[in-house]
Nanobody, 114 residues
Framework: QVRLVESGGGLVQPGGSLRLSCAAS????????MGWYRQAPGKQRELVAR???????NYADFVKGRFTISKDNDKNTVYLQMNSLKPEDTAVYYC????????WGQGTQVTVSS
């Protein structure tokens, strides 16, 4: 059974930081491309950042220079370090594992507010 479990969300003030984690099980982690997506109320889910099985990364323009995606193959975990958070970053953040099939986590809420 494939499981992706996100953690690390919460309430943070503008300009603050959070680190999200996504622990994967039931997949060969090193074979999958991993990504972080987000969905704000009333909006479509959108790509935030992704990291390939080989470690290449790419980012949405709206997070470049502020967010960093990384992974630890030994821990089967992908991370999203989020710095300089803005109120518009408020959303539910989802982890995705992609290969032939896609698998999603349940999401973690990030709220940026003073």
């Amino acid at each position: 059974q494939v499981r992706l479990v996100e953690s690390g969300g919460g309430l943070v003030q503008p300009g603050g930081s959070l680190r999200l984690s996504c622990a994967a099980s039931g997949i060969i982690f090193t074979a999958y491309h991993m990504g972080w997506y987000r969905q704000a109320p009333g909006k479509q889910r959108e790509l935030v950042a992704r990291i390939s099985s080989g470690g290449s990364t790419n980012y949405a323009d709206f997070v470049k220079g502020r967010f960093t995606i990384s992974k630890d193959n030994d821990k089967n975990t992908v991370y999203l370090q989020m710095n300089s958070l803005k109120p518009e970053d408020t959303a539910v953040y989802y982890c995705k594992a992609a290969r032939v099939n896609d698998f999603w986590g349940q999401g973690t809420q990030v709220t940026v507010s003073s």
